[in-house]
């Protein structure tokens, strides 16, 4: 059974700094391709952020220059650094791991909420 574990939300004022993290844990051979998503209230779900196993990472528009995501594929979890935060950026954030065992498995976190107040 395959777990995703997100952590590290919570609240802050605009231009302030988060950090969320990412652990999954199940089958001890495997690593993942993992992002980010977010979602707001009333919104669709949203790409905020991708790595790969190789280390090549993605960003959405609305986050570059601003998030980094970072992967530790030893320990399967990645970290999504999060500066200079909007009141735009709150949302629920989810973490996403695929690829293994299988080319199309796809495990979601429970989320993890971001609020940030003007």
């Known amino acids: 059974q395959v777990q995703v574990v997100e952590s590290g939300g919570g609240s802050v004022q605009a231009g302030g700094s988060l950090r969320l993290s990412c652990a999954v844990s199940?089958?001890?051979?495997?690593?993942?391709?993992m992002s980010w998503y977010r979602q707001a209230p009333g919104k669709e779900r949203e790409f905020v952020s991708s790595?790969?196993?190789?280390?090549?990472?993605s960003y959405g528009d609305s986050v570059k220059g601003r998030f980094t995501i970072s992967q530790d594929n030893a320990k399967n979890t990645v970290d999504l650094q999060m500066n200079s935060l909007k009141p735009e950026d709150t949302a629920m954030y989810y973490c996403?791991?695929?690829?293994?065992?299988?080319?199309?498995?796809?495990?979601w976190g429970q989320g993890t909420q971001v609020t940030v107040s003007s």
């Open positions: 996403k791991a695929i690829g293994c065992p299988l080319r199309r498995s796809t495990f």
């Open positions: 199940g089958y001890s051979y495997c690593s993942y391709d």
């Open positions: 790595v790969d196993r190789r280390g090549s990472t």
